[in-house]
């Protein structure tokens, strides 16, 4: 083919990476005069093989509450979280003595309760699930690494003898009338009463409003709240199987009420008795972390038998190793760009036959070396397109496209010990990604585990091939 014309596709290939801020193109810039230009390209076998992956560093604020059966595999997945709360600035209680009920010079608070509402669910909503509330007996320590793995209960961050209390629920809540479930302001959520007597006080809420009157200072911010009055909850899930909630806000709610004056139409003073409420949110401000408890069983077996392709499953669940073929890249290009290295990855659709129960495709994958995949999440890093890569489901292809993971070739040829084993593997990781708009641009500000159900296989494995495409450039 002639050179100018293969020079020709080259520049309009790389003008079109140019303007992606997903790519990185290693060495210098092209000339205009493309006859100097001398354009090649290759591909190269990629292994690739699933790997077990154990627990995943928990920082997300979706808490995830339930017990589920994998339909694929028929592994059992359970989900409990632990979550602080926090004091809104400027909370205040109305005046003591505006407080209607009291008992003994004590106020009585009418109720109090936990509140999860959750945006989403995988399983069945009419499945009859248990969960039990049981408070916290210290504070979580914040910079502390809590992996999916983490055991509160046994690492003692729970009250031994705490079971603050529990609900019998169904997400699909049967008590609320279908018309107001129906209500685009609806929030669905699962109710969990605390009324039982505390620390002699009539129930939970009428002891976190005798102290902010006996302490307010507990009250001035989140950190005096935790350490001083309510260290948080750990939800865990008691029985029950079929559904998993995706909860996304926790709520402790303190009902009261309080006796305040109006002025009627006539100019009268009135007085008149409201149902008040304070709540204290649990969310991206204060920790919250969900511990996962897998089949671990089940998901080796899958590792360490099915050699016809590759899976990714989350939470907690398997990821996919890569292994690059760096040395074989480089060789005889020792003096040459690498311009793009591209690699796409095939799905091969699951064979359960009830779409409903079907678990979710995995939307946003990470790609990091080996040696990175905890230090990652742990520095609350982002994919820089050096050498962290994200690529998106493609529905339509039914792919993951890692467009430009040239920069990844040149940095492990470069900087990684050839002589360790995993120098020149990958892993590629189910992630959920967070954009802000910054000066009208969606800017990517955090990537996480992503906690939520999902799995898909991957055309790869032992028996089977991927590839990855190369272009070199060099000036004559």
Request: proline residues 3%; negative net charge; aromatic residues 12%.
């Amino acid at each position: 083919m002639n050179i100018k014309y293969m020079a020709g596709i080259a520049l309009a290939a790389l003008t079109l990476f140019s303007c992606d801020d997903t790519t990185d193109t290693i060495g210098g810039s092209l000339t205009d005069n493309v006859d100097k230009l001398e354009i090649s390209t290759d591909t190269f076998q990629v292994e690739t093989r699933s790997i077990l992956a154990d627990s995943v560093l928990s920082r997300s604020v979706t808490g995830y509450l339930g017990k589920v059966r994998d339909p694929e595999t028929g592994a059992y997945m359970t989900g409990d979280f632990m979550t602080q709360f926090y004091t809104p600035e400027g909370f205040s209680f109305p005046e003591k003595d505006s407080i209607v009920s009291k008992k003994d010079g004590l106020i009585v608070a009418d109720s109090c309760d936990l509140r999860l509402y959750y945006t989403g669910f995988y399983g069945d909503s009419l499945a009859t699930m248990k969960v039990t509330a049981m408070e916290l007996n210290k504070p979580v320590d914040e910079q502390k690494f809590f992996y999916s793995n983490y055991d509160p209960e046994k690492e003692g961050y729970v009250k031994s003898d705490s079971k603050a209390g529990s609900r019998i629920y169904t997400l699909a809540d049967l008590n609320v009338d279908e018309s107001t479930r129906k209500k685009s302001d609806y929030m669905p959520n699962i109710r969990i009463a605390l009324d039982k007597p505390y620390k002699g006080y009539d129930n939970f809420g009428s002891y976190i409003i005798n102290m902010y009157y006996e302490h307010p200072e507990y009250f001035k911010n989140s950190y005096s709240f935790i350490h001083n009055l309510v260290p948080g909850f750990f939800f865990k899930t008691q029985s029950g199987l079929g559904s998993m909630a995706y909860v996304t806000l926790s709520q402790l709610n303190v009902y009261f009420r309080n006796k305040t004056t109006y002025t009627s139409s006539d100019g009268t003073k009135r007085d008149t008795i409201i149902n008040a409420m304070a709540s204290f949110p649990g969310t991206e401000e204060v920790l919250q972390t969900t511990t996962i408890n897998n089949d671990m069983s089940t998901l080796r077996r899958l590792v360490d038998e099915d050699r016809s392709c590759t899976y990714l499953k989350s939470p907690a669940g398997i990821f996919t190793e890569m292994t690059l073929p760096v040395n074989e890249i480089v060789a005889g290009h020792e003096n040459d760009t690498i311009n793009t290295a591209k690699i796409t990855l095939t799905r091969i659709n699951d064979g359960v036959q009830q779409k409903a129960y079907r678990l979710g495709i995995p939307q946003t994958l990470l790609l990091l070396p080996k040696a990175d995949m905890y230090s990652f999440f742990e520095k609350n890093q982002i994919a820089d397109y050096k050498t962290s890569f994200l690529a998106s489901y493609n529905s339509s292809s039914n792919t993951y496209t890692f467009n430009n993971i040239g920069g990844l070739i040149k940095h492990l040829n470069e900087t990684a010990d050839k002589t360790k084993a995993d120098w020149n593997k990958v892993v590629i990781i189910p992630v959920t990604a967070t954009y802000t708009t910054i000066d009208q641009r969606s800017v990517l500000t955090k990537v996480t585990h992503d906690m939520s159900l999902t799995s898909t296989k991957l055309v790869g494995g032992p028996n089977t091939k991927n590839q990855i495409t190369v272009i070199y450039s060099k000036f004559k």
